[in-house]
């Protein structure tokens, strides 16, 4: 399965910005919501935002208000433009296609993932 590919991670200062961007395969963009995880040491993979096919976006009550998910379709990439930095969203940033299942009703990442980008914000 093709794994997606983020860049634009970095170290910044908290207050900063950084832009994350995410290319993956057409098919699997244009058929599926994608969307940002990160993962802090020592602690579970968590959804930062989340964007539907119908531009329907999600977030993460921790990020709420300070980052912005958008997804361009001509060239199969998604965002993620992250303002007013702090050190707790020091992480490894991933992002992915997910499946809705219709039976739970919930969105289910793809089983491939690609090497994340680290996030790094200095206080």
């Known amino acids: 399965q093709v794994q997606p590919v983020e860049s634009g991670g970095g170290l910044v200062q908290a207050g900063g910005s950084l832009r994350l961007s995410c290319a993956t395969s057409g098919s699997i963009f244009s058929r599926n919501a994608m969307a940002w995880y990160r993962q802090a040491p020592g602690k579970q993979r968590e959804l930062v935002a989340r964007?539907?096919?119908?531009?329907?976006?999600d977030y993460a009550d921790s990020v709420k208000g300070r980052f912005t998910i958008s997804r361009d379709n001509t060239k199969n990439t998604v965002y993620l433009q992250m303002n007013s930095l702090k050190p707790e969203d020091t992480a490894v940033y991933y992002c992915?296609?997910?499946?809705?299942?219709?039976?739970?009703?919930?969105?289910?990442?793809?089983?491939?993932w690609g090497q994340g980008t680290q996030v790094t914000v200095s206080s």
């Open positions: 964007i539907t096919r119908g531009d329907t976006t």
């Open positions: 992915n296609a997910e499946v809705y299942d219709t039976i739970s009703r919930i969105y289910r990442p793809l089983n491939s």
